[in-house]
């Protein structure tokens, strides 16, 4: 059964940080390309952060330079790094892991960025 458990969501001042991770199991983690996705309430999910198997990454023009993706093979986990959050990054963080026709999602960590 694979399962992407989230995890380090919280309610943090603009200016601050956090770091999500998700641990995966069930797959070979490896070879997976893994995403980080949010979605605000009345939003679609959009794409944040990405990083192949080989370790390349992307970001979504918002988060640039302010979040960086990582992953850790041993592990089986995917961290998402955010610093210099805003009000506007407030959402449901997903994690998702695919490889060819093969995609799964987590069940979200809630990140709220407030005064």
């Known amino acids: 059964q694979v399962q992407l458990v989230e995890s380090g969501g919280g309610l943090v001042q603009p200016g601050g940080s956090l770091r999500l991770s998700c641990a995966s199991s069930?797959?070979?983690?490896?070879?997976?390309?893994m995403y980080w996705y949010r979605q605000a309430p009345g939003e679609q999910r959009d794409l944040v952060a990405v990083?192949?198997?080989?370790?390349?990454?992307n970001y979504a023009d918002s988060v640039k330079g302010r979040f960086t993706i990582s992953r850790d093979n041993p592990q089986n986990t995917v961290v998402l790094q955010m610093n210099n959050l805003k009000v506007e990054d407030t959402a449901v963080y997903y994690c998702?892991?695919?490889?060819?026709?093969?995609?799964?999602w987590g069940q979200g960590t809630q990140v709220t960025v407030s005064a």
């Open positions: 998702s892991a695919r490889w060819f026709k093969y995609t799964y």
């Open positions: 069930g797959i070979i983690f490896n070879i997976y390309t």
């Open positions: 990083i192949t198997d080989g370790g390349t990454t």
